[in-house]
Every structure is written in structure tokens, then in C-alpha cells.
């Protein structure tokens, strides 16, 4: 399946984060974005997914991820994979691919707060 940069849909999320979500694979298997964050995902809160899995393959610069109770540091070529349920936040000045599986949802995606 070959998709052009023209195919994908750009987005942007309050707090400095910009991407491209490609389009979704026929079954529903996958899902890949390039995103690049210039501040902190989400705003307040943390993220959480109800059914997928984020692996984020980081390209440039640097990634602060809350993620388990634990902190890391992503550089170019680290991965961490961020399954269902997990709450986590994104800090920080760079680049990823990410790679969503299954396909992405945005009704599985919700920002927790301490008080939600």
C-alpha cells in the first residue's frame, strides 16, 4: 500500500503539536503519523487510548514521555511503545513517526485529568 504525503491529513493539537495522519490500512491493521511537538501533549492531563497501541519511532530532537509512573528520554532512533490504557504526556522539541495499531480512532483517545 502506497500512500503520498498529499494523502495524508494534517492536524494540529493545542500545546504545539503538529502532524500528518496517513491514511488507514483496509483492514484497519494500521495506522502511521509524523508528528512533531514543540511543547507538551496534552496541554493538562495525560493521554490515554483505549484499544491501541503507539509505538513512536523518534526522529529528531528530543521527547520528555511521562509514561507508567516512569520518565524517558526519546532521541533519534529510540522507540517506546505505549499500550492501551496507559496514561501518558509528551514534552519536549521534535519529530516522530508514529505507528497506531489497529488503526486509529479518535474516540479511543481521551485526555485524563486528576479530577476525571
Known sequence: MYIEKKDAEGFSIPGGTTGRLYP????NEQTVALVETDGV???KGFAIND???ETIVMLEGEFCIEYNGEEYILRPGDVLMILPKHPYRISGKGKACVCITPGWDSAQNHIITPNT
Open 41 to 43: 501533549y496534552p496541554e
Open 51 to 53: 484499544v491501541c497501541t
Open 24 to 27: 488507514t490500512h483496509p483492514n
